[in-house]
């Protein structure tokens, strides 16, 4: 008798406190049984399916647990090991591999854990194929063929030369001197290589990872750091991944952040100019700043404006064929290059821009003016919809009248945390606190766990 199947798969996989459900052991036999079955299923035959994780401690069980209910379903469980998640999904094309599953939870701390999954062609699932996955997960299963693990051969050297082959030329990055702050994530080890294989002089921070010091006060969330050792190593640029590898934070050469925003109008100038901007277009999130969507303006390229999460840009670039698109958090995607978000690709189109119009990091993020930006995240106990808790609309209503058409407000729930964001922008730093706090209060007193 099949089990009722419960809600499994946020905005990026399923995640959690590692070792508490959904992110046990026994769910992760089910998740990979689940994700084998639905593959052969349309392949009408056995399938290989690659593993990654990234450095977290609980990372190797869960690998062990995933792979067990690959096998137990009759596929091939396929190691790739410590790789970023863009590393998996090239693995996935490069091995012909029919699907892949990565154990992470990006640039969440230690305690946490997911599980994303990747179909054949090294793209992130659909809302409906993870529907039907979870289907699985709960049906009762009978039992069958077993089938076998293998470690994949050198997956991390093949995903390194597949990013230096972005770069022509022999050493084309020598004389650039680059800080690189791993995150004590999955980049530790292959953003090194990259870069210091494409000619640079590196400067790596962050690269000891010890399964519990991933993402801890580095990385793309806490570039503080980064930004000190650029100035002090008079460095061109830094560049901090997160946990994952699929998003990138840049520091220019005196030290200021260069957002996912500025990454986005840099490398969509250059592809216009040098004639690869598909479409003219290029696609961000609701959560882009104001000066981004001004800049396009200015610069005459097309905006679209999707849903937040990298599958929503992925999904927008697809119907409109545009070739970047991304998040102002880092996450970028260059779909002519590759199918996912790559910080280390993405820090290489940055580099590249920069090659290009032979210009300092700091000139070329001029090219947008940000305007202030305030997000609180609130603790929620419970998603209700916003519109219908009272005070917090009319909260958002009088921050939207106040501001009028000199700033903007976004508030929404995250979909892999039980959190409220308040995002406000305006037009100085003073009044977009101000604003957002309020907003943020009404949420806590409602709301608040």
Same mark, same amino acid.
């Given at each position: ?5 419960? $809600? #499994? ?61 690959? !096998? ?21 094309? &490069?091995?012909? #591999? ?15 854990? +997911? ?6 062609? +090294?793209?992130?699932?659909? =809302? ?75 400067? %790596? ?12 006060? !580095? ?24 946990? /994952? ?15 996912? =925003?500025?990454?986005?109008?840099? !490398?969509?100038?250059?592809? $216009? &100019? ?16 104001? +000066?981004?969507? $001004?800049?396009?303006?200015?610069? =005459? ?5 999707? /849903?937040? +999460? /990298? ?30 978000? =790559? ?6 189109? #940055? ?8 210009? %300092? ?7 947008? /003016? ?32 106040? #501001? ?46």
């Amino acid at each position: 008798m099949d089990n009722k199947a419960e $809600k #499994l798969f946020g905005t990026d996989g399923v995640r959690g406190k590692a070792n508490q459900h959904p992110i046990t052991p026994e769910m992760a036999v089910k998740i990979g049984r689940a994700a084998a079955l639905y593959f052969q299923s349309r392949k009408n035959g056995a399938v290989k399916i690659g593993i990654g994780r990234d450095t977290r401690i609980s990372g190797n069980m869960l690998e062990s647990a995933a792979a067990a209910g690959i !096998c137990s379903a009759g596929a091939g469980a396929m190691f790739a090991g410590v790789i970023p998640t863009p590393g998996l999904a090239h693995v996935i094309r &490069e091995f012909d #591999l029919d699907a892949g599953v990565m154990i992470s939870a990006s640039h969440n701390p230690f305690e946490d854990n +997911g599980l994303k999954i990747f179909g054949g062609r +090294g793209f992130k699932l659909s =809302d409906e194929v993870e529907k039907e996955i979870e289907a699985l997960a709960f049906k009762d299963f009978p039992g069958g063929p077993v089938g076998e693990t293998h470690q994949i051969p050198d997956a991390q050297d093949s995903y390194a030369a597949f990013l230096q082959s972005l770069l022509p030329g022999d050493k084309p990055l020598k004389g650039m001197k680059i800080v690189l702050d791993a995150s004590n994530g999955a980049t530790y080890s292959i953003a090194p290589q990259v870069f210091s294989g494409l000619g640079a002089e590196i400067i %790596p921070l962050f690269i000891t990872p010890d399964g519990i010091n991933i993402n801890v006060d !580095c990385g793309s969330q806490h570039p503080e750091t980064l930004r000190k050792e650029v100035i002090a190593n008079k460095a061109h640029l830094g560049l901090a991944f997160d946990g /994952d590898g699929d998003r990138l934070i840049a520091v220019d050469e005196t030290g200021a952040r260069i957002s996912g =925003d500025q990454i986005l109008i840099i !490398c969509g100038a250059w592809l $216009k &100019e040098a004639g690869r901007l598909a479409q003219n277009t290029i696609v961000s999130t609701v959560m882009s700043n104001l +000066g981004f969507k $001004k800049a396009l303006d200015r610069m =005459d390229i097309r905006h679209i404006a999707a /849903d937040v +999460g /990298d599958r929503y840009v992925l999904e927008a670039m697809q119907a409109s064929g545009a070739v970047i698109g991304g998040e102002d958090s880092g996450h970028m995607i260059f779909l002519d290059c590759h199918t996912t978000g =790559d910080g280390v690709l993405s820090g290489i189109q #940055l580099i590249g821009a920069m090659l290009h119009f032979q210009k %300092p990091l700091s000139e070329l993020g001029r090219m947008m /003016d940000v305007f202030p930006q305030v997000l609180i995240n609130i603790p929620v106990s419970s998603k209700p919809d916003l519109a219908t808790v009272k005070p917090v609309a009319e909260a958002i209503e009088k921050a939207e009248n106040e #501001l009028g058409d000199q700033g903007r407000i976004l508030v929404r729930y995250s979909g892999t945390r039980p959190v409220c964001r308040v995002m406000v922008e305006g037009p100085t730093k003073e009044a977009t606190q101000g604003t957002a706090q309020a907003i943020a209060e009404a949420v806590q007193q409602e709301l608040g766990e």
